[in-house]
Nanobody, 115 residues
Framework: QVQLVESGGGLVQAGGSLRLSCAASGIAFSMHSSGWYRQTPGKQRELVAQLNTIGTTNYADSVKGRFTISRDNAKNMMYLQMNSLKPEDTAVYYC?????????WGQGTQVTVSS
């Protein structure tokens, strides 16, 4: 059974930093493309950052230069380092692994950036 569990969210002032973590069980980050998404009330879930199996990354324009996605294959963990946070980064952040047959999601972690 696949399970993704996010952690690391919280309340931070604008300009601050947070690091989100995603622990996977039943599936390996190293074998599939993975990513972080975020969603605010009334809006569609949007891509924040992606990481493919060979380490190529892709970022939303709004977070380029501020956020960094990474993974630790030995620990089967994925991370999102978020620096220079802005109030508009406030959202629920979700961890995702996409396979040929399915998309897997975590339960989400709330990030709130105060101005």
């Amino acid at each position: 059974q696949v399970q993704l569990v996010e952690s690391g969210g919280g309340l931070v002032q604008a300009g601050g930093s947070l690091r989100l973590s995603c622990a996977a069980s039943g599936i390996a980050f190293s074998m599939h493309s993975s990513g972080w998404y975020r969603q605010t009330p009334g809006k569609q879930r949007e891509l924040v950052a992606q990481l493919n199996t060979i380490g190529t990354t892709n970022y939303a324009d709004s977070v380029k230069g501020r956020f960094t996605i990474s993974r630790d294959n030995a620990k089967n963990m994925m991370y999102l380092q978020m620096n220079s946070l802005k109030p508009e980064d406030t959202a629920v952040y979700y961890c995702n692994i996409g396979t040929v047959f399915n998309d897997y999601w975590g339960q989400g972690t709330q990030v709130t950036v105060s101005s």
